[in-house]
């Protein structure tokens, strides 16, 4: 069964760069969007095994990053949601872990910051270790 991935930011290049990353690991990315109320819709829609979730971005129709993160664990706790961030703030890091996300990766999302997950997202997903 295939690990499947969605995409959140608002730079057109950070979801290109997070989709080319997320793929070479074995995901497969089901969709993209450009904020945090695009992010729960597509979630509804494609219950994505693994989101990536940009922490600064614009805020339309009252919905940020937080709210998105409660939304999906309340719904789906099994997601895992990989907060990526220009933010090194511990502070932050912990606020956001403290609401059960899988993982905070400060960017930019690279193949380094992908690698320090692996081994907590192939314990959660066994189908990603026969992909290296």
């Not at 080319?20 to 729960?40: D, I, M, Q």
């Not at 009252?62 to 999906?72: F, G, H």
């Not at 719904?75 to 890091?93: D, G, L, Y």
């Amino acid at each position: 069964m295939a690990v499947t991935a969605l995409i959140v930011d608002d730079s057109a290049v950070a979801r290109r760069l997070a989709s080319y990353h997320l793929r070479r690991a074995g995901c497969t990315v089901v969709g993209e969007a450009a904020s945090a109320f695009e992010a729960l819709e597509s979630f509804h829609r494609l219950k994505p095994n693994i989101i990536t979730l940009d922490l600064v971005m614009p805020i339309k129709d009252e919905v940020d990053s937080m709210a998105v993160v409660r939304a999906v664990k309340k719904e789906v706790p099994e997601t895992a949601i990989i907060v990526v961030s220009v933010i090194p703030s511990e502070k932050v890091q912990q606020d956001f872990f403290t609401e059960g996300v899988f993982g905070y990766v400060v960017k930019p999302f690279n193949d380094d910051a992908l690698e320090t997950l692996r081994p907590k997202l192939e314990r959660a997903f066994p189908e990603l270790a026969a992909h290296k």
